[in-house]
């Protein structure tokens, strides 16, 4: 069972970040409450970290027992831990370690440092995903780039049809850099909610192919959606090619 698309304009792009990490909060505070943990995968790009920049302001995220979120995140670029390039770094950078997580729970996909591939390091994360209850998220926040990529799930790539499996090493990325570990498009949907942050014009209409609808191959974001809700959360730019 999938949820149908909704969608959330928001006054401005800042407005959209604001929101989102607003409703993150809450959405990890009722996952936490109802089940002890909460799971949640984040984005590279400039939205993902827009949103944890905002987190680290909001107000309400004392409400959060920090020691009890799990963060992934849906894709990685297979650089060496700390390399500015990294999503990770990106999001430590915008202010995810002053949230007060658990180090341990923040589970941070090897690199070339620490694994002998992108294969290898793919491999590592599934294994983690399998150990640690992760693999079905409560949110799965994710960008989406101009083309309608999620993750490192590239339109017309090989590595974007991957099943069976809940990550892929991916190469030869449109985006750079090259080398990435994305989780499969199975893996993304695991989640109870899956949410798109998109903000810019340039990205109307991946948009409006993302929720209109379009073949997985030219538009892999119209094709993940949560068991429970899928939101597109967008500012106007991003949202002015819908019906
Ligand atoms: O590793 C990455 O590059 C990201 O995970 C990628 O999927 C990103 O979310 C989109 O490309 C949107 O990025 P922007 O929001 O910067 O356009």
Redesign the pocket.
Known sequence: MVSTSTVVVHPSRQSLADAAAARLVVALVDAVSARGVAHVSM??????SEIVRSLAAEPARAAVDWSRVHVWW??E?YLPAGDPDR?DTQNDEAGLSSLGLDPATVHRVPGPDASASAEEAAEAYAATLRSSGGGSFDVMV????PDG????LFPHHPAAGTAGAVTVAVHDSP?PPPD?VSLTRECLERSREVWFLVA?AD?ADAVRRGVEGSPFEETPAAHVHGEERTLWLLDPDAASELG
């Open positions: 984005t590279g790009g400039s939205m993902g849906g894709d670029r999503n994710l960008g989406v780039g990529h999620i993750a490192s985006k990435r810019g990205k």
